[in-house]
Nanobody, 124 residues
Framework: QVQLAESGGGLVQPGGSLRLSCAASGRFFSIDAMAWFRQVPGKGREAISCIDEGNPHYADSVKGRFTISLDKAKNTVYLRMNSLKPEDTAVYYC???????????????????WGQGTQVTVSS
């Protein structure tokens, strides 16, 4: 079992920055990929970033603005979000996929564990 806990969401003005954290506990050694998804009311979850075997992946909507990183010593994955836009407003979820890794970083159904989500609101 793996437990994920997100933190770092909040209210920020357009153009501002936030850093989300996702702390993993439990069988961390079994995780092959960790990702961030987001969801707005009435829509499905959107994959925005993933790190697998040290390789980062980004959705086009956040490429160049968001940076994902992993601190193995702390079992924590971070999402640094810069140049935030109102359309980035959503609930952000952390997800983990355990062995065997599907290789499809942006497929929601492939992830085995999810955090509870953290709200990010970009508004003036």
């Amino acid at each position: 079992q793996v437990q994920l806990a997100e933190s770092g969401g909040g209210l920020v003005q357009p153009g501002g920055s936030l850093r989300l954290s996702c702390a993993a506990s439990g069988r961390f050694f079994s995780i092959d990929a960790m990702a961030w998804f987001r969801q707005v009311p009435g829509k499905g979850r959107e994959a925005i970033s993933c790190i697998d075997e040290g390789n980062p992946h980004y959705a086009d909507s956040v490429k160049g603005r968001f940076t994902i990183s992993l601190d193995k010593a702390k079992n924590t994955v971070y999402l640094r979000m810069n140049s935030l836009k109102p359309e980035d407003t959503a609930v952000y979820y952390c997800a983990a996929e355990t062995d065997p890794y599907s290789g499809r970083w942006d497929v929601e159904q492939d992830y085995d564990y999810w955090g509870q989500g953290t709200q990010v609101t970009v508004s003036s």
